[in-house]
Structures are given as C-alpha cells and as structure tokens.
C-alpha cells in the first residue's frame, strides 16, 4: 500500500515537473518571437510605423489558406503576431492553472505555427471563447480543456471572412478597416456553436482512425468545416474568396524567401533546445537511442522519458527538417528542368514548426524519415512518367503544397513505427497524392487542412491493412 502511494506521488511529481517544464518552454517560444521583431526590423529596413501598419493589415486581412503573412504584412509584423498570439496562450495556461502536457504543448505549438498564414490576434478569438463558454456551460474546468480551444482556432479564417469580406452584410468603417456588422455577429454566433461541437467531434474521429493520425484535430475541424464551408457558400450560391496575393515590394526583395534570417533563428531555438535537454540529462544523451526506437503509437514521451529527452528530440528533429527543406530548396537550381518552388516564405515557416508538434509526443526522426521518402516516392514516380511522355513536371518537393503537405504527414509516423518503414512510406505516397486537393472540400477555411489530409490517409489504409490481416511489426515495451 504504501508502496502503491510511493508511486503514484512520484508520476505526480514527474507529471508537475513536466507542466512546469512545457510551459517554461512555452514561454521561450513566444520571447523568441518577440525578441526577433527588432532584429527583423532591422535587416529589412522597417520602422515602427511601417510594423504597426503591418501588423494591422494582417489582422484586418482575410485569411484562407494559404495567405502568407510574409506578404501581406512583413517579416517583423509576422513574428510579432506569432509572439502575441503564442503569448495570450501562455497567460491563459497561467492563469487557468493548466497543468501542461504533451498535449498542451502540441497545441500551443499548432496556435504559433499558424500565426504565419492564417491565425492572428483579431480572428483567433470567437472559436477560443466559445470553448470557454462550452466549459463554464458545461461545469467543465478550463484547465482540462484549454489544449481543445487551441485546436479551435483552426477555424479562424471563417472569422476573418465573416469581418472583413463575406458580401452578406452592412460593411462600416471601424478602426480604419471596413467591417461587417452582420460578419460581427455571425463571428460571434460561428464561435459559440463551434466551441461547443469541437469538443464532441474530436473523440469521435479519434476513434475512426484509432490513433494514427497523430494530428486528431485536423480530421474533426476539417469535416466540421466542410459543413459549414458548403452551407456559407455552395448551398447560398456565394462565390469564395480568393487568398490575398497583393504585391509586396519588399518581400520582393528578398525572393519571397527569408531564407538566411529564417534558418538562423531556426538553428538558434534548435540548438538551444538541444543544449538545454544534454544539460538537463547529466550533460549526456542517454536514454535519446531508446526514445528513438519507439513506434510512437500512444506513448507520450514526457511521461515515458522526461522532458530533457523531448528538449533533445525537439532540437535534433528540428535541425533534420531544416536540413530536409535546404535540401529541397536547393533542387531547383541544381537540376533546372525541374519547376521553381519557394523558400521560407510564411507558410514554410509556420509547417516548420507544424512538424514539431508532437516531438514530445511520438514523433522522432526514424519514425518521421519513411513518410518523408513517400514523398520522395511519388515525385520521382511524377517525373519519371512526365519523363516517359514528354510532358512537363508539374511540381517539385519545394512546391508550397507538398511542403505543408509533409509537415503534417509526420502525424502519420505511428504508422512506421508500428507496421514497419515499407508502409510508412506507403502511407507519405498517398498522403501526397491528395495533399494538393483536400483543401478545395472545406474551401481553405480550416487551417488543419494538413491533419486533415493525414487523417483522411490513415481512414484509407489501417481498414485495407485490417482487412488483409497486415499485423504491426513493433510494440513499445510496457
């Protein structure tokens, strides 16, 4: 018995630990941010005003998928919205007493990484508090629920939409902005009932995909959203909008790409983070082979390992994407017959962390490499056919889509880890065969567009891999 109580006052005291550690971590995240915006201003050349003005016109922009806040702000005015947004996050897991977990931390990091095409301080709102009025409804605490109204804000260009560009509506000036005053309400009302469903739709779809689709939200709000995106437009005969392309001398440029800045800040916090776990784990890496070995289906690796061990695999997978896309970006000039791609514009970035959203949680560099070489896979398939036929390749691994594509793609290395690589490379093939279209079903309105995809590939092959009685290879040691 009181060895029973030994035990469980110990996983107490490591889940603490592990709260404090996340949301510390957190916190680094969002001053790193903050802290880039001067530096940023600095090498493109902006003042404060320029910054503000900026920063204004993203959060007054509409924002389907994919608009690049590279563009239609600047690179300063992005980080900083990042960092405010990644900040409020941070003050509400204080202030509600979340104990963060992998979880939470995943979601946060989703919240971050979308503030670079799509997610802003102005339409991140509605969905998040419409989560929070579902809780106090409810009698459910905040702290249990608050990694569910992160995931929410997926459905954050529905808002910018319903303010600043859907035509059912009175528009006025507001602020220096023309605002829908029928769009207000209709946020507000989109924000309730939202915050309502989400919390019951992501048990469901969990459950149709059984967890290997490590991205559980992506398949929810994009279902949900479909819905909505149908009625809204489709089914009341309204034409879309189209992403917001404007010019932008600026990020001209620069190529539309900050590739030196970005790579920089990129090793900075990858290195860092590495630095920190070596220290934290008796300035060693034991312990990094073992976690590297796991299949990642259902193992959090925080409880398993301890936080110093995901500090190490945040960093070290981090520095292989940033390889991975270096890589990619270099195809094009290497081999000239090939289409151009981008570089680091917004949306690189913000799928670059988008990648690292469950490092704490099932995602390493084995697991991630075979989906990644799916991939690999259909491209060279691609070019090999156009080859074949004389027709022109259509896109390469650096074409925006099939970047945004991969990044959430990593949420099937479960996939991998359990059934082995041959099908974890099966699963990156069809999850790049459809990667390009699945945004037209909800209408670039939901920003897991990229879970969504991953959730949709996991729907297609656990049931044919069931049903051919394929069984995993690999377990995890209890």
């Not at 003050?91 to 990484?113: G, H």
């Not at 469901?204 to 479909?226: D, E, P, Q, V």
């Not at 090939?338 to 949680?361: E, I, K, M, Y």
């Not at 459809?434 to 991953?454: D, E, K, P, Q, R």
Request: include cysteine; proline fraction near 5%; charged fraction near 10%.
């Amino acid at each position: 018995m009181k060895t029973d109580r030994e035990g469980d006052a110990l996983l107490d005291r490591r889940a603490s630990q592990n709260s404090i550690a996340f949301s510390l971590f957190a916190l680094f995240l969002s001053l790193a941010f903050l802290g880039a915006v001067p530096i940023a201003m600095y090498v493109t050349g902006i003042d404060r005003v320029t910054l503000w003005e900026n920063l204004f016109r993203i959060c007054t922009s509409p924002s389907k998928l994919v608009t690049d806040y590279f563009r239609v702000g600047c690179l300063a005015s992005t980080l900083f919205n990042a960092g405010a947004c990644g900040l409020a996050c941070n003050i509400l897991i204080l202030i509600s007493r979340t104990r963060a977990s992998s979880t939470t931390f995943a979601a946060y990091i989703l919240v971050i990484a979308h503030c670079f095409y799509g997610l802003n301080f102005i339409n991140m709102w509605p969905p998040f508090i419409g989560v929070i009025i579902y809780c106090f409804v409810t009698r459910n605490p905040l702290r249990k629920n608050l990694h569910v109204a992160m995931f929410s804000t997926a459905l954050a260009p529905f808002i910018s939409d319903f303010l600043f560009c859907y035509p059912l509506g009175i528009y006025l000036p507001l602020f220096g902005a023309e605002v829908n005053v029928v769009g207000l309400g209709l946020s507000l009302v989109f924000g309730f009932v939202s915050g309502f469903l989400v919390p019951a739709l992501l048990p469901g779809t969990t459950a149709m995909h059984r967890g290997f689709n490590m991205y559980k939200a992506g398949l929810a709000l994009g279902m949900f959203g479909i819905f909505v995106y149908c009625f809204l437009y489709s089914t009341l005969g309204i034409e879309p909008p189209d992403a917001v392309l404007g010019e932008n001398a600026l990020y001209e440029s620069f190529g539309h790409s900050y590739w030196v800045f970005m790579d920089l800040f990129f090793a900075i916090i990858f290195a860092l983070s590495v630095l920190l776990g070596f220290f934290l784990n008796g300035r060693r890496f034991h312990g990094y082979g073992e976690l590297l070995k796991c299949t990642g289906y259902g193992l959090d690796f925080a409880d398993k390992y301890g936080m110093p061990l995901c500090f190490i695999n945040f960093g070290v997978y981090g520095f292989c994407i940033l390889a991975y896309l270096n890589l990619i970006f270099l195809l094009p000039v290497l081999l000239p017959f090939l289409p151009d791609g981008v570089g680091f514009t917004g949306p690189t970035v913000g799928v670059t962390f988008a990648a690292l959203t469950f490092s704490a949680d099932g995602q390493h560099p084995k697991n991630v490499a075979p989906i990644a070489g799916g991939y690999v896979l259909l491209f060279l398939l691609v070019c090999g056919i156009c080859t074949i036929f004389g027709n022109d390749i259509p896109w390469t691994l650096s074409t925006q889509a099939y970047i945004n594509g991969l990044a959430f793609a990593t949420g099937l290395c479960p996939i991998a880890g359990k059934y082995g690589w041959k099908y974890g490379i099966l699963a990156g093939l069809v999850s790049a065969i459809i990667c390009n279209s699945t945004a037209a079903m909800h209408g670039g309105f939901v920003l897991y567009n990229g879970g969504f995809n991953a959730g949709l590939t996991a729907l297609i092959l656990i049931p044919i891999l069931d049903f051919y009685r394929i069984e995993p290879r690999y377990s995890d040691d209890e």
